[in-house]
Protein backbone atom coordinates (compact mmCIF):
# COMPACT_ATOMS: atom_id res chain seq x y z
CA UNK A 1 0.00 0.00 0.00
CA UNK A 2 2.86 2.00 0.75
CA UNK A 3 3.91 1.97 -2.74
CA UNK A 4 0.82 3.05 -4.37
CA UNK A 5 1.21 6.37 -2.11
CA UNK A 6 4.74 6.70 -4.15
CA UNK A 7 3.17 5.50 -7.23
CA UNK A 8 0.49 7.74 -7.54
CA UNK A 9 2.34 10.81 -6.26
CA UNK A 10 5.24 9.81 -9.24
CA UNK A 11 2.56 10.11 -12.04
CA UNK A 12 0.78 12.90 -10.88
CA UNK A 13 4.38 14.87 -11.09
CA UNK A 14 4.85 13.38 -14.10
CA UNK A 15 1.43 14.32 -15.34
CA UNK A 16 2.32 17.77 -13.94
CA UNK A 17 6.06 18.23 -14.82
CA UNK A 18 6.36 21.53 -15.80
CA UNK A 19 5.88 22.76 -12.11
CA UNK A 20 8.19 20.03 -11.09
CA UNK A 21 10.92 21.63 -14.38
CA UNK A 22 9.88 24.97 -12.61
CA UNK A 23 11.39 24.63 -9.63
CA UNK A 24 14.25 22.74 -10.70
CA UNK A 25 14.58 25.99 -13.65
CA UNK A 26 13.84 28.28 -10.38
CA UNK A 27 16.84 26.66 -8.71
CA UNK A 28 19.61 26.88 -11.60
CA UNK A 29 18.62 30.60 -12.14
CA UNK A 30 18.87 31.65 -8.52
CA UNK A 31 22.37 29.97 -8.44
CA UNK A 32 23.66 31.48 -12.26
CA UNK A 33 22.82 34.83 -10.69
CA UNK A 34 25.63 35.27 -8.19
CA UNK A 35 28.12 34.61 -10.28
CA UNK A 36 26.43 36.99 -13.04
CA UNK A 37 25.97 39.70 -10.77
CA UNK A 38 29.37 39.58 -8.39
CA UNK A 39 31.73 39.20 -11.78
CA UNK A 40 34.49 36.91 -12.04
CA UNK A 41 36.60 37.33 -8.87
CA UNK A 42 37.42 33.57 -7.86
CA UNK A 43 37.97 33.97 -4.40
CA UNK A 44 35.16 35.68 -3.94
CA UNK A 45 33.19 33.09 -5.62
CA UNK A 46 34.34 30.13 -4.31
CA UNK A 47 34.44 31.57 -0.77
CA UNK A 48 30.07 32.18 -0.94
CA UNK A 49 29.43 29.18 -3.49
CA UNK A 50 28.08 27.07 -0.82
CA UNK A 51 26.24 29.62 0.76
CA UNK A 52 24.77 30.73 -1.97
CA UNK A 53 23.73 27.35 -3.18
CA UNK A 54 22.16 25.79 -0.34
CA UNK A 55 19.88 29.31 0.25
CA UNK A 56 18.73 28.53 -3.24
CA UNK A 57 18.15 24.78 -2.29
CA UNK A 58 16.38 26.06 0.83
CA UNK A 59 13.91 28.09 -1.17
CA UNK A 60 13.46 25.67 -4.44
CA UNK A 61 12.64 23.19 -1.65
CA UNK A 62 9.87 25.59 -0.17
CA UNK A 63 8.52 26.39 -3.23
CA UNK A 64 7.88 22.68 -3.76
CA UNK A 65 5.76 22.41 -0.55
CA UNK A 66 2.84 24.12 -2.17
CA UNK A 67 2.29 20.53 -4.40
CA UNK A 68 2.37 18.41 -1.42
CA UNK A 69 -0.82 18.05 0.48
CA UNK A 70 -2.81 21.70 -1.37
CA UNK A 71 -4.06 19.62 -4.49
CA UNK A 72 -5.31 16.69 -2.98
CA UNK A 73 -6.56 18.75 0.02
CA UNK A 74 -8.94 20.26 -2.77
CA UNK A 75 -10.31 17.54 -4.91
CA UNK A 76 -11.06 15.19 -1.99
CA UNK A 77 -8.60 13.05 -2.37
CA UNK A 78 -6.50 13.87 0.77
CA UNK A 79 -9.94 12.56 2.78
CA UNK A 80 -9.09 9.12 0.95
CA UNK A 81 -5.87 9.25 1.91
CA UNK A 82 -6.62 9.80 5.40
CA UNK A 83 -9.10 6.72 5.19
CA UNK A 84 -7.11 4.04 3.86
CA UNK A 85 -6.24 1.09 5.96
CA UNK A 86 -2.95 2.09 7.21
CA UNK A 87 -1.27 4.57 9.61
CA UNK A 88 -1.09 7.89 8.09
CA UNK A 89 2.36 8.31 9.17
CA UNK A 90 3.67 5.66 6.35
CA UNK A 91 0.93 7.73 3.90
CA UNK A 92 2.95 10.66 4.56
CA UNK A 93 6.55 9.19 4.77
CA UNK A 94 5.49 7.62 0.98
CA UNK A 95 4.05 11.56 0.09
CA UNK A 96 7.43 13.23 0.80
CA UNK A 97 9.52 10.62 -0.41
CA UNK A 98 8.15 11.11 -3.74
CA UNK A 99 8.55 14.58 -3.30
CA UNK A 100 11.77 13.91 -2.77
CA UNK A 101 12.31 11.73 -5.83
CA UNK A 102 11.04 14.46 -8.32
CA UNK A 103 12.45 17.51 -6.79
CA UNK A 104 15.49 16.89 -4.39
CA UNK A 105 17.16 14.63 -6.39
CA UNK A 106 17.68 16.18 -9.64
CA UNK A 107 18.39 19.56 -7.61
CA UNK A 108 21.38 17.60 -5.78
CA UNK A 109 22.09 15.76 -9.44
CA UNK A 110 22.31 19.41 -10.89
CA UNK A 111 24.25 21.16 -8.31
CA UNK A 112 27.83 20.08 -9.60
CA UNK A 113 27.29 21.77 -12.90
CA UNK A 114 26.21 25.23 -11.06
CA UNK A 115 29.19 24.54 -8.66
CA UNK A 116 31.44 24.90 -11.83
CA UNK A 117 30.54 28.73 -12.11
CA UNK A 118 32.03 29.31 -8.74
CA UNK A 119 34.87 27.54 -9.78
CA UNK A 120 34.88 24.53 -6.92
CA UNK A 121 37.08 22.42 -6.30
CA UNK A 122 36.36 18.72 -7.86
CA UNK A 123 36.45 17.05 -4.07
CA UNK A 124 34.43 20.26 -2.72
CA UNK A 125 31.59 19.69 -5.93
CA UNK A 126 31.53 15.82 -4.41
CA UNK A 127 30.80 17.17 -0.66
CA UNK A 128 27.98 19.49 -2.36
CA UNK A 129 26.42 16.74 -4.24
CA UNK A 130 26.52 14.81 -0.76
CA UNK A 131 25.30 17.08 1.36
CA UNK A 132 22.35 17.38 -0.55
CA UNK A 133 21.57 14.22 -0.87
CA UNK A 134 21.37 14.13 2.94
CA UNK A 135 20.12 17.40 3.32
CA UNK A 136 16.79 17.91 1.03
CA UNK A 137 15.07 15.11 2.38
CA UNK A 138 15.35 16.88 6.04
CA UNK A 139 13.97 19.73 4.07
CA UNK A 140 10.96 18.46 2.27
CA UNK A 141 10.42 16.30 6.14
CA UNK A 142 10.31 19.56 8.06
CA UNK A 143 8.58 21.31 5.47
CA UNK A 144 5.61 18.46 5.12
CA UNK A 145 4.61 20.17 9.01
CA UNK A 146 4.52 23.27 7.64
CA UNK A 147 2.39 22.60 4.67
CA UNK A 148 -0.19 20.70 6.71
CA UNK A 149 -0.31 23.31 9.02
CA UNK A 150 -0.99 25.64 6.77
CA UNK A 151 -3.54 23.71 4.73
CA UNK A 152 -6.91 25.76 3.46
CA UNK A 153 -5.70 28.99 5.01
CA UNK A 154 -5.62 32.19 3.18
CA UNK A 155 -1.59 33.15 2.04
CA UNK A 156 -0.76 30.03 3.17
CA UNK A 157 2.21 29.87 0.95
CA UNK A 158 3.54 32.96 2.94
CA UNK A 159 2.72 31.25 6.34
CA UNK A 160 4.68 27.90 5.66
CA UNK A 161 7.58 30.09 4.49
CA UNK A 162 7.52 32.07 8.16
CA UNK A 163 6.93 28.78 9.60
CA UNK A 164 9.64 26.63 7.98
CA UNK A 165 12.72 28.66 6.95
CA UNK A 166 13.92 29.11 10.31
CA UNK A 167 13.59 25.43 11.20
CA UNK A 168 15.82 25.01 7.94
CA UNK A 169 18.85 26.93 9.97
CA UNK A 170 20.65 24.04 10.85
CA UNK A 171 20.56 22.23 7.35
CA UNK A 172 22.01 25.01 6.42
CA UNK A 173 24.58 25.52 8.51
CA UNK A 174 25.73 21.93 8.43
CA UNK A 175 25.36 21.56 4.68
CA UNK A 176 26.86 24.69 3.86
CA UNK A 177 29.64 23.75 6.71
CA UNK A 178 30.19 20.44 4.67
CA UNK A 179 31.40 22.52 1.45
CA UNK A 180 32.92 25.29 3.24
CA UNK A 181 35.01 22.53 5.22
CA UNK A 182 35.86 20.98 1.69
CA UNK A 183 37.06 23.88 0.19
CA UNK A 184 39.55 24.44 3.09
CA UNK A 185 40.75 20.83 2.93
CA UNK A 186 39.44 19.97 7.03
CA UNK A 187 37.31 17.63 7.71
CA UNK A 188 34.24 17.31 6.56
CA UNK A 189 32.89 14.35 8.11
CA UNK A 190 31.63 16.11 11.26
CA UNK A 191 29.44 18.21 9.38
CA UNK A 192 28.05 15.46 6.79
CA UNK A 193 26.89 13.35 10.59
CA UNK A 194 25.31 16.04 11.87
CA UNK A 195 23.29 16.02 8.81
CA UNK A 196 22.43 12.27 8.85
CA UNK A 197 21.42 12.95 12.44
CA UNK A 198 19.15 15.36 11.57
CA UNK A 199 17.88 13.11 8.93
CA UNK A 200 17.18 10.04 10.91
CA UNK A 201 15.69 12.35 13.68
CA UNK A 202 13.17 14.03 10.75
CA UNK A 203 12.09 10.36 9.14
CA UNK A 204 11.18 9.30 12.81
CA UNK A 205 9.38 12.67 14.17
CA UNK A 206 8.17 14.62 11.26
CA UNK A 207 5.84 12.66 9.77
CA UNK A 208 4.59 11.45 12.73
CA UNK A 209 3.75 15.67 13.19
CA UNK A 210 2.83 15.82 9.67
CA UNK A 211 -0.01 13.14 10.32
CA UNK A 212 -0.96 14.87 13.73
CA UNK A 213 -1.47 18.37 11.54
CA UNK A 214 -2.94 16.98 8.72
CA UNK A 215 -5.70 15.46 11.02
CA UNK A 216 -6.54 18.97 12.29
CA UNK A 217 -6.49 20.89 9.27
CA UNK A 218 -9.12 18.14 7.82
CA UNK A 219 -11.35 18.76 10.98
CA UNK B 1 -22.88 -3.68 13.84
CA UNK B 2 -22.40 0.53 14.02
CA UNK B 3 -23.86 2.50 17.68
CA UNK B 4 -24.30 5.79 17.80
CA UNK B 5 -24.99 7.38 21.24
CA UNK B 6 -26.15 11.41 22.17
CA UNK B 7 -23.90 12.24 19.36
CA UNK B 8 -23.72 16.08 19.21
CA UNK B 9 -21.77 18.70 16.86
CA UNK B 10 -20.86 21.92 17.21
CA UNK B 11 -18.67 23.41 14.57
CA UNK B 12 -17.11 26.94 15.51
CA UNK B 13 -20.17 28.54 17.93
CA UNK B 14 -23.19 26.88 16.37
CA UNK B 15 -24.34 23.75 17.07
CA UNK B 16 -25.51 21.76 14.12
CA UNK B 17 -27.06 18.70 16.07
CA UNK B 18 -27.28 17.17 19.35
CA UNK B 19 -28.58 13.76 20.72
CA UNK B 20 -28.45 11.86 18.07
CA UNK B 21 -29.03 8.10 18.82
CA UNK B 22 -29.22 5.21 15.78
CA UNK B 23 -28.21 1.41 15.53
CA UNK B 24 -27.32 -0.04 12.35
CA UNK B 25 -26.96 -4.15 12.40
CA UNK B 26 -25.88 -5.50 9.03
CA UNK B 27 -28.32 -5.48 6.48
CA UNK B 28 -29.72 -2.45 7.53
CA UNK B 29 -29.82 1.38 5.62
CA UNK B 30 -30.28 4.66 7.28
CA UNK B 31 -31.10 7.66 5.62
CA UNK B 32 -29.72 11.05 6.59
CA UNK B 33 -32.16 14.05 5.44
CA UNK B 34 -32.15 17.61 6.63
CA UNK B 35 -31.98 21.08 5.15
CA UNK B 36 -28.97 22.54 4.02
CA UNK B 37 -26.53 22.96 6.57
CA UNK B 38 -28.36 20.86 9.09
CA UNK B 39 -25.04 19.18 10.05
CA UNK B 40 -25.13 16.12 7.44
CA UNK B 41 -22.37 16.05 5.80
CA UNK B 42 -20.56 16.63 9.56
CA UNK B 43 -22.64 13.36 10.70
CA UNK B 44 -21.17 11.57 8.25
CA UNK B 45 -17.59 12.89 8.83
CA UNK B 46 -18.29 12.29 12.45
CA UNK B 47 -18.57 8.32 11.33
CA UNK B 48 -16.07 8.44 9.23
CA UNK B 49 -14.11 9.42 12.46
CA UNK B 50 -13.34 12.44 10.09
CA UNK B 51 -13.98 14.79 13.03
CA UNK B 52 -13.67 13.83 16.63
CA UNK B 53 -16.91 14.27 17.98
CA UNK B 54 -17.39 16.82 20.97
CA UNK B 55 -19.79 14.80 22.29
CA UNK B 56 -21.57 11.44 22.40
CA UNK B 57 -19.60 7.86 21.12
CA UNK B 58 -19.75 6.15 18.06
CA UNK B 59 -19.03 2.32 18.01
CA UNK B 60 -18.08 -0.24 15.47
CA UNK B 61 -18.47 -3.61 16.47
CA UNK B 62 -18.57 -2.57 20.03
CA UNK B 63 -15.48 -0.43 20.26
CA UNK B 64 -15.09 3.15 19.97
CA UNK B 65 -14.12 3.82 16.46
CA UNK B 66 -11.20 6.50 17.68
CA UNK B 67 -9.43 3.71 19.51
CA UNK B 68 -9.83 1.85 16.31
CA UNK B 69 -7.48 3.75 14.03
CA UNK B 70 -6.88 2.20 10.84
CA UNK B 71 -8.32 -1.16 11.30
CA UNK B 72 -11.91 0.35 11.37
CA UNK B 73 -10.74 1.58 7.68
CA UNK B 74 -10.69 -1.61 6.44
CA UNK B 75 -13.87 -1.86 7.12
CA UNK B 76 -15.57 1.35 5.51
CA UNK B 77 -15.87 3.37 2.25
CA UNK B 78 -16.50 7.11 1.52
CA UNK B 79 -17.57 8.84 -1.22
CA UNK B 80 -18.11 12.21 -0.30
CA UNK B 81 -19.41 15.40 -2.10
CA UNK B 82 -16.28 15.77 -3.45
CA UNK B 83 -15.57 13.08 -5.75
CA UNK B 84 -11.66 12.25 -4.49
CA UNK B 85 -10.32 11.73 -7.94
CA UNK B 86 -7.17 13.48 -9.74
CA UNK B 87 -7.93 15.53 -12.51
CA UNK B 88 -5.17 14.75 -14.19
CA UNK B 89 -5.77 10.77 -14.00
CA UNK B 90 -7.88 8.42 -16.24
CA UNK B 91 -10.71 6.89 -14.84
CA UNK B 92 -9.02 3.75 -14.93
CA UNK B 93 -5.60 5.28 -13.19
CA UNK B 94 -7.61 6.33 -10.65
CA UNK B 95 -9.72 3.38 -9.63
CA UNK B 96 -6.48 1.38 -9.72
CA UNK B 97 -4.70 3.93 -7.21
CA UNK B 98 -7.84 3.96 -4.89
CA UNK B 99 -8.09 0.36 -4.74
CA UNK B 100 -4.37 -0.29 -4.42
CA UNK B 101 -4.36 2.50 -1.63
CA UNK B 102 -7.52 0.19 0.31
CA UNK B 103 -5.24 -2.88 -0.18
CA UNK B 104 -6.55 -4.57 -3.23
CA UNK B 105 -4.48 -4.62 -6.34
CA UNK B 106 -6.50 -4.21 -9.39
CA UNK B 107 -5.69 -4.90 -13.03
CA UNK B 108 -5.99 -3.07 -16.01
CA UNK B 109 -8.68 -5.75 -17.43
CA UNK B 110 -10.23 -5.50 -14.25
CA UNK B 111 -10.61 -1.72 -14.02
CA UNK B 112 -12.14 -1.41 -17.42
CA UNK B 113 -14.73 -4.21 -16.85
CA UNK B 114 -15.81 -2.48 -13.41
CA UNK B 115 -16.23 0.91 -14.77
CA UNK B 116 -17.87 -0.69 -18.26
CA UNK B 117 -20.42 -2.03 -15.75
CA UNK B 118 -20.81 1.23 -14.29
CA UNK B 119 -21.43 2.92 -17.43
CA UNK B 120 -17.95 4.51 -18.42
CA UNK B 121 -16.79 2.45 -21.46
CA UNK B 122 -15.06 4.10 -23.98
CA UNK B 123 -14.97 6.84 -21.64
CA UNK B 124 -12.06 5.53 -19.55
CA UNK B 125 -8.76 6.64 -21.18
CA UNK B 126 -9.49 10.08 -20.86
CA UNK B 127 -8.23 12.19 -18.55
CA UNK B 128 -11.16 13.08 -15.66
CA UNK B 129 -11.04 16.35 -15.84
CA UNK B 130 -12.15 16.32 -19.42
CA UNK B 131 -15.36 14.06 -17.64
CA UNK B 132 -18.63 15.45 -17.32
CA UNK B 133 -20.03 15.87 -13.54
CA UNK B 134 -22.06 13.03 -13.71
CA UNK B 135 -19.34 10.15 -15.30
CA UNK B 136 -16.77 11.45 -12.42
CA UNK B 137 -19.61 10.92 -9.86
CA UNK B 138 -20.26 7.11 -11.87
CA UNK B 139 -15.93 7.05 -11.40
CA UNK B 140 -16.10 7.85 -7.65
CA UNK B 141 -18.53 5.24 -7.25
CA UNK B 142 -16.94 2.79 -8.91
CA UNK B 143 -14.56 2.42 -6.07
CA UNK B 144 -17.42 0.98 -4.21
CA UNK B 145 -17.42 -2.43 -6.07
CA UNK B 146 -14.15 -3.13 -5.57
CA UNK B 147 -13.94 -2.85 -2.19
CA UNK B 148 -15.31 -5.43 -0.03
CA UNK B 149 -15.89 -3.00 2.69
CA UNK B 150 -19.02 -3.79 5.44
CA UNK B 151 -19.65 -0.15 6.06
CA UNK B 152 -20.69 2.22 2.92
CA UNK B 153 -21.12 6.27 4.01
CA UNK B 154 -22.30 8.42 1.29
CA UNK B 155 -22.75 11.97 0.77
CA UNK B 156 -25.00 13.32 -1.73
CA UNK B 157 -23.64 10.83 -4.08
CA UNK B 158 -26.93 10.92 -6.29
CA UNK B 159 -26.84 14.18 -7.09
CA UNK B 160 -25.76 15.08 -10.94
CA UNK B 161 -26.67 11.36 -11.88
CA UNK B 162 -29.12 10.55 -14.37
CA UNK B 163 -31.60 8.31 -13.97
CA UNK B 164 -30.14 4.77 -15.04
CA UNK B 165 -27.89 5.50 -12.67
CA UNK B 166 -29.79 6.13 -9.49
CA UNK B 167 -31.17 2.88 -10.52
CA UNK B 168 -27.81 1.33 -10.90
CA UNK B 169 -26.62 2.37 -7.67
CA UNK B 170 -29.78 1.12 -5.67
CA UNK B 171 -29.36 -1.91 -7.20
CA UNK B 172 -25.83 -1.87 -5.41
CA UNK B 173 -26.75 -0.82 -2.69
CA UNK B 174 -29.17 -3.22 -2.52
CA UNK B 175 -26.98 -6.00 -3.33
CA UNK B 176 -24.61 -4.74 -0.58
CA UNK B 177 -27.02 -4.82 1.92
CA UNK B 178 -28.16 -8.22 1.32
CA UNK B 179 -24.77 -9.10 1.73
CA UNK B 180 -25.29 -8.00 5.41
CA UNK B 181 -23.63 -4.47 4.45
CA UNK B 182 -24.18 -1.43 6.52
CA UNK B 183 -25.06 2.00 4.16
CA UNK B 184 -25.43 5.42 5.61
CA UNK B 185 -26.43 7.88 2.65
CA UNK B 186 -27.50 11.37 3.12
CA UNK B 187 -29.66 11.80 0.17
CA UNK B 188 -33.34 13.64 -0.06
CA UNK B 189 -33.72 10.63 -2.93
CA UNK B 190 -36.32 8.19 -1.63
CA UNK B 191 -34.31 5.08 -3.09
CA UNK B 192 -36.20 2.16 -3.51
CA UNK B 193 -34.52 -0.91 -1.61
CA UNK B 194 -35.70 -4.01 -0.82
CA UNK B 195 -33.78 -3.35 2.93
CA UNK B 196 -35.25 -5.03 5.43
CA UNK B 197 -34.15 -2.61 7.59
CA UNK B 198 -34.74 1.16 6.08
CA UNK B 199 -34.52 3.76 8.78
CA UNK B 200 -34.43 7.47 8.19
CA UNK B 201 -32.67 10.46 10.37
CA UNK B 202 -34.17 14.09 10.24
CA UNK B 203 -31.39 16.21 11.45
CA UNK B 204 -34.19 19.21 11.69
CA UNK B 205 -35.60 18.06 14.13
Redesign the interface.
Known amino acids: ?F???V??DL??AW??RVDVLSTLFFFVIVVSLFPLGIGPETHLLRLIAPGVVWVAALLASMLSLGRLFANDYQ???L?????????LYLVVLGKVMALWLVSGVPLALLSPVLGIQFGLPRNALFVLVVSLLLGTPVLALIGSIGAALTLGLRGGGLLVSILVLPLYIPVLIFGAGAVDASIMDSGVQGSLSLLGALLVLSLVFAPWATAAALRIS?? | MLEVTDLGCVRGDRRLFSDVNFTLSSGSYLQVQGPNGSGKTSLLRLI?????PSEGHIRWQGANIGSL???Y??S?S?V?H????????TPI?NLR??S????TQLSQQEATSILGKIGLSGRDHLPARLLSEGQRRRTALARLMTCETSLWVLDEVLTSLDSSAVRFVTSLLDEHLNKGGIAVVATHHELDLSANSYQQLNLAS
Open positions: MRWVVRTLKGDGTEQLLLTPQPLE | CGLLAGEDFTLYGRNGLKEELEVTGLSG
